[in-house]
C-alpha cells in the first residue's frame, strides 16, 4: 500500500510564489509595515529553501510568522519543509493552523490528513481526506491516500471503493493500482486483484514486487504452473533466497518435488541463515519418503537433518520441534 509524499507546490514556480505573495497581501489584520516586513522575511525564506538551504528557510518563515501571524503560505511552507525533515507534528500543527485561516482550500484538508496517516492517526485521516474530496472531487492524491488508509483501518469495502476511485482519476497510477489490488484481495476478490496486478506490471514491468504479487495471486487461485512461470522470471532478475523459496513453493504444489528441492537448496546457499527453505526442504523429503511407504529412509533422515538446521537459527519453532517428534522414529501407520 503506498502514501503518496506531499509536495511542495508552493516553493518551485515564480507565478506560484506571486500567487503566495498575493495571498499574504490579503491578510490586513495587522500594520501594513510589519505585514510588508513579514512578506520580505517570507520571500527570503522561499530564496533560501530554493537555495537548498532548509534550515535557514525555516528560521526565515519562522521570524515571518512572527512578524505577521496570518501569513498563510508561510504557515504552509514551513509545514512542507518540517515534513522534509520528517518532523510529522510539528508539521500537522501548521497545516490545522492553514486550515483555520483558509478552510475552504483542499490541499490544506490534504495536507492534514497526510500527516495524520503518516502519524497513525488514521480515522483523522480519512475526516481530512473526506473534506478534501468533498472540496475537490477530482483530487486524486486524497483518494489514493484515503484508500490506503481504509486498508489500514480494515475497512476494505470503502479500501476499494477509494482505491478504485483513485484508478479511475489516473490510471497510469501504478501505485493506485496496487491498493486496489492489495484491497481486493482482502475480500478474497482474486480474479479481480489479478487483473489489478497485471495493469500494474504494464506499467511498471520492472518491479520485482509486483511480480511476486501476482505469483502469490495466481498460487491462491490454484494456478501453480502460471505462479510459476512468473517466478522464474523474478528469479532471473533478482536471485535472491526469498524468491528462491517461493518458486519451490509453485513447484512442490505442482508436485515437482524434486525441483522443489533444488530450488529450496539454492536458497539456503544463496543465504545460509535462511531456515524457511530448511523448512520447506523437510518437508518435500518428508512427503517423498511418507510416499515410498518408509522404504526410502534417506529421505526420513535427511528431513530431520534440515529441521534440526533450522532450529538452530530460529528453535521457537514449535510446529518444527512437533514435526521433528513425529518423524523421530521410522514410517508407521501413525504417519500415513
Same mark, same amino acid.
Given at each position: 500500500?503506498?502514501?503518496?509524499?506531499?509536495?511542495?507546490?508552493?516553493?518551485?514556480?515564480?507565478?506560484?510564489?506571486?500567487?503566495?505573495?498575493?495571498?499574504?497581501?490579503?491578510?490586513?489584520?495587522?500594520?501594513?509595515?510589519?505585514?510588508?516586513?513579514?512578506?520580505?522575511?517570507?520571500?527570503?525564506?522561499?530564496?533560501?529553501?530554493?537555495?537548498?538551504?532548509?534550515?535557514?528557510?525555516?528560521?526565515?518563515? $519562522?521570524?515571518?510568522?512572527?512578524?505577521?501571524?496570518?501569513?498563510?503560505?508561510?504557515?504552509?511552507?514551513?509545514?512542507?519543509?518540517?515534513?522534509?525533515?520528517?518532523?510529522?507534528?510539528?508539521?500537522?500543527?501548521?497545516?490545522?493552523?492553514?486550515?483555520?485561516?483558509?478552510?475552504?482550500?483542499?490541499?490544506?484538508?490534504?495536507?492534514?490528513?497526510? %500527516?495524520?496517516?503518516?502519524?497513525?492517526?488514521?480515522?483523522?485521516?480519512?475526516?481530512?481526506?473526506?473534506?478534501?474530496?468533498?472540496?475537490? +472531487? @477530482?483530487?486524486?492524491?486524497?483518494?489514493?491516500?484515503?484508500?490506503?488508509?481504509?486498508? @489500514?483501518?480494515?475497512?476494505?469495502?470503502?479500501?476499494?471503493?477509494?482505491?478504485? %476511485?483513485?484508478?479511475?482519476?489516473?490510471?497510469?497510477?501504478?501505485?493506485?493500482?496496487?491498493?486496489?489490488?492489495?484491497?481486493?484481495?482482502?475480500?478474497?476478490?482474486?480474479?479481480?486483484?489479478?487483473?489489478?496486478?497485471?495493469?500494474?506490471?504494464?506499467?511498471?514491468?520492472?518491479?520485482?514486487?509486483?511480480?511476486?504479487?501476482?505469483?502469490?495471486?495466481?498460487?491462491?487461485?490454484?494456478?501453480?504452473?502460471?505462479?510459476?512461470?512468473?517466478?522464474?522470471?523474478?528469479?532471473?532478475?533478482?536471485?535472491?533466497?526469498?524468491?528462491?523459496?517461493?518458486?519451490?513453493?509453485?513447484?512442490?504444489?505442482?508436485?515437482?518435488?524434486?525441483?522443489?528441492?533444488?530450488?529450496?537448496?539454492?536458497?539456503?546457499?544463496?543465504?545460509?541463515?535462511?531456515? +524457511?527453505? %530448511?523448512?520447506?526442504?523437510?518437508?518435500?523429503?518428508?512427503?517423498?519418503?511418507?510416499?515410498?511407504?518408509?522404504?526410502?529412509?534417506?529421505?526420513?533422515?535427511?528431513?530431520?537433518?534440515?529441521? $534440526?538446521?533450522?532450529?538452530?537459527?530460529?528453535?521457537?519453532? +514449535?510446529?518444527?520441534?512437533?514435526?521433528?517428534?513425529?518423524?523421530?522414529?521410522?514410517?508407521?501407520?501413525?504417519?500415513?
Amino acid at each position: 500500500m503506498n502514501i503518496s509524499s506531499c509536495r511542495l507546490l508552493v516553493l518551485v514556480a515564480g507565478s506560484t510564489l506571486c500567487l503566495g505573495v498575493a495571498l499574504l497581501c490579503g491578510c490586513a489584520h495587522q500594520p501594513v509595515v510589519g505585514r510588508t516586513v513579514a512578506i520580505d522575511t517570507y520571500v527570503n525564506g522561499v530564496m533560501a529553501y530554493k537555495a537548498g538551504n532548509n534550515d535557514q528557510a525555516i528560521s526565515d518563515l $519562522q521570524l515571518a510568522l512572527r512578524q505577521h501571524s496570518d501569513l498563510i503560505m508561510a504557515h504552509s511552507m514551513l509545514g512542507d519543509l518540517y515534513q522534509l525533515k520528517r518532523n510529522y507534528n510539528d508539521a500537522l500543527a501548521q497545516y490545522e493552523i492553514t486550515i483555520r485561516l483558509d478552510p475552504y482550500s483542499y490541499k490544506n484538508h490534504y495536507d492534514e490528513g497526510l %500527516m495524520d496517516q503518516l502519524l497513525g492517526k488514521l480515522k483523522e485521516a480519512v475526516a481530512a481526506y473526506l473534506r478534501a474530496l468533498e472540496l475537490n +472531487p @477530482q483530487d486524486f492524491l486524497s483518494a489514493e491516500n484515503l484508500g490506503a488508509a481504509y486498508l @489500514q483501518l480494515d475497512d476494505y469495502d470503502n479500501a476499494i471503493k477509494y482505491c478504485r %476511485m483513485a484508478t479511475e482519476m489516473n490510471d497510469k497510477s501504478a501505485a493506485a493500482w496496487s491498493n486496489l489490488a492489495v484491497a481486493l484481495e482482502a475480500k478474497s476478490q482474486w480474479k479481480d486483484a489479478e487483473a489489478a496486478w497485471r495493469h500494474c506490471l504494464e506499467l511498471n514491468g520492472s518491479s520485482v514486487e509486483v511480480s511476486v504479487a501476482l505469483a502469490k495471486n495466481l498460487k491462491h487461485q490454484q494456478r501453480y504452473s502460471e505462479a510459476r512461470a512468473v517466478l522464474s522470471e523474478v528469479v532471473r532478475v533478482s536471485d535472491t533466497a526469498s524468491h528462491r523459496k517461493l518458486l519451490g513453493d509453485a513447484l512442490f504444489l505442482e508436485k515437482k518435488y524434486d525441483d522443489a528441492l533444488d530450488e529450496y537448496t539454492r536458497a539456503v546457499k544463496l543465504d545460509p541463515a535462511y531456515f +524457511p527453505a %530448511m523448512n520447506e526442504s523437510g518437508w518435500v523429503l518428508i512427503t517423498q519418503y511418507n510416499q515410498s511407504l518408509g522404504l526410502e529412509e534417506k529421505k526420513r533422515l535427511a528431513a530431520l537433518d534440515a529441521w $534440526q538446521a533450522s532450529l538452530l537459527i530460529n528453535p521457537n519453532q +514449535p510446529q518444527v520441534r512437533q514435526l521433528m517428534k513425529t518423524y523421530a522414529e521410522k514410517f508407521s501407520d501413525d504417519n500415513k
